[in-house]
């Protein structure tokens, strides 16, 4: 069924990256390798459940890992139309065949993604959730204005935003994000990064990029395995979210929505752009 399945994948960053992955690039292997290798398609939970050079990867349509090694190094090892992508595994990037992606720099992607909607065209590479072009840390123009290049993953680099020592239009400010983007935006709630939060709470940005517009709020910090949060609050990740239920649309603060909710769980409270 993996072999199968592998086929399906449509990975998520185009064929043309040029860079060198040296030892984190997993080989494609021989049969007569992989037969010796006994934990080859085998299920695991991380790369060191399997044997070298083969990394645990999750197969579309399939619940569980399995070790795999790498199906193509370029375009021309894939049959039937199919491209070669590259693929985070921990530290690792494996190479496998899958259908050419869509989606346009800046469009939503998923590294596993179920349809070419949800991948990257060709010579994209899907990092954070975003389809970005690939750059050269050595050579800033490989990245357009209002761009730098940063180093993304065991991938490579790849062109990010930043308003870093660039003017603002009025009642805007560069605001910082996550994986080091930085946008020009409005700040609504509390400019905790301007204004630190209390001791014990974490700045919470949320952005619509395509709207200039930021929410900040000061959330308390837990962890999920000691159930830190307050009488009220759920951990979600490392933050105290407020619980909520849609049967009490007052529970969850301005600006925000009440989401993940069901007739035996309580939801909790995220930032609501609206449509």
């Known amino acids: 069924m993996w072999v199968l399945n592998r086929l399906l994948l449509v990975g998520s960053?185009?064929?043309?990256?040029?860079?060198?992955?040296?030892?984190?690039?997993?080989?494609?292997?021989?049969?007569d390798e992989t037969r010796r290798l006994l934990t080859f398609e085998r299920s695991c939970e991380r790369n060191e459940d399997c044997d070298a050079p083969l990394v645990c990867l999750r197969g579309q349509l399939m619940l569980d890992h399995a070790c795999v090694a790498s199906t193509c190094a370029t375009d021309a090892d894939c049959s039937q139309g199919l491209s070669c992508y590259s693929i985070a595994a921990g530290d690792r990037v494996v190479r496998l065949c899958g259908a050419p992606g869509e989606e346009a720099e800046g469009k939503l992607c998923m590294e596993l993604p179920i349809s070419r909607s949800m991948a990257c065209a060709p010579g994209l590479v899907c990092t954070h959730r975003k389809c970005r072009r690939p750059c050269q840390l050595q050579d800033p123009r490989s990245c357009p204005e209002g761009q730098y290049c940063h180093a993304a993953d065991a991938k490579g680099s790849v062109c990010l935003p930043t308003c870093e020592g660039r003017s603002c239009p009025d009642g805007q400010r560069c605001v910082a994000l996550k994986h080091?983007?930085?946008?020009?935006?409005?700040?609504?709630?509390?400019?905790?990064?301007?204004?630190?939060?209390p001791v014990g709470q974490k700045c919470e940005v949320s952005a619509r990029a395509s709207r200039n517009e930021v929410r900040m709020q000061c959330l308390l910090t837990c962890d999920s395995q000691s159930q830190s949060c307050p009488d009220g609050f759920s951990c979600i990740g490392d933050r105290c979210a407020r619980q909520c239920n849609s049967d009490a649309p007052g529970a969850c603060g301005p600006g925000e929505k009440c989401v993940g909710f069901s007739e035996s769980e309580p939801g909790f409270c995220r930032v609501d752009f609206g449509k």
């Open 13 to 31: 960053d185009g064929a043309a990256v040029a860079h060198k992955q040296g030892s984190r690039l997993v080989p494609m292997l021989p049969p």
């Open 180 to 197: 080091g983007v930085s946008i020009c935006a409005r700040v609504q709630g509390p400019d905790c990064q301007l204004d630190p939060c």
